[in-house]
């Protein structure tokens, strides 16, 4: 991410609805540029949200609401629900989606 898209960021978390991060390089895969490839850092479909965040220089600090699928071992799946505290580096994010919002209009 440069660092005036990061800065323009800062301005606008609170409307971040998912964070794309840059995969790493592996020993199948030697990505010439890993900024093509990216992983999501929420899992939308399960309802995963940012609860706080923290700007520090070229990091930023984030409590995600985490839900896992959980056997209670009657049959019974749920989901479980965990924070998770993510440090993560501004090189290692590839780009930002913000949440649409809808302007109502009415008719004069």
């Given at each position: 991410m440069t660092?005036?898209?990061?800065?323009?960021?800062?301005?606008r978390?609170?409307?971040?609805?998912?964070?794309?991060?840059?995969?790493?390089?592996?020993?199948?895969?030697?990505?010439?540029?890993?900024?093509?490839?990216?992983?999501?850092?929420?899992?939308?479909?399960?309802?995963?949200?940012?609860?706080?965040?923290?700007?520090?220089?070229d990091?930023?600090?984030?409590?995600?609401?985490?839900?896992?699928?959980?056997?209670?071992?009657?049959?019974?799946?749920?989901?479980?629900?965990?924070?998770?505290?993510?440090?993560?580096?501004?090189?290692?994010?590839?780009?930002?989606?913000?949440?649409?919002?809808?302007t109502?209009?009415?008719?004069?």
């Amino acid at each position: 991410m440069t660092k005036k898209f990061w800065n323009d960021w800062k301005n606008r978390v609170g409307e971040t609805e998912q964070v794309y991060l840059c995969l790493p390089k592996s020993k199948w895969f030697d990505y010439s540029n890993s900024l093509y490839y990216s992983r999501d850092l929420l899992n939308l479909s399960n309802k995963e949200r940012i609860l706080s965040y923290k700007f520090n220089d070229d990091v930023v600090e984030f409590v995600i609401e985490r839900k896992n699928i959980v056997y209670d071992g009657h049959y019974n799946w749920h989901y479980s629900t965990q924070n998770e505290y993510v440090k993560i580096n501004r090189k290692d994010i590839v780009s930002i989606k913000f949440k649409k919002y809808e302007t109502k209009t009415e008719d004069i």
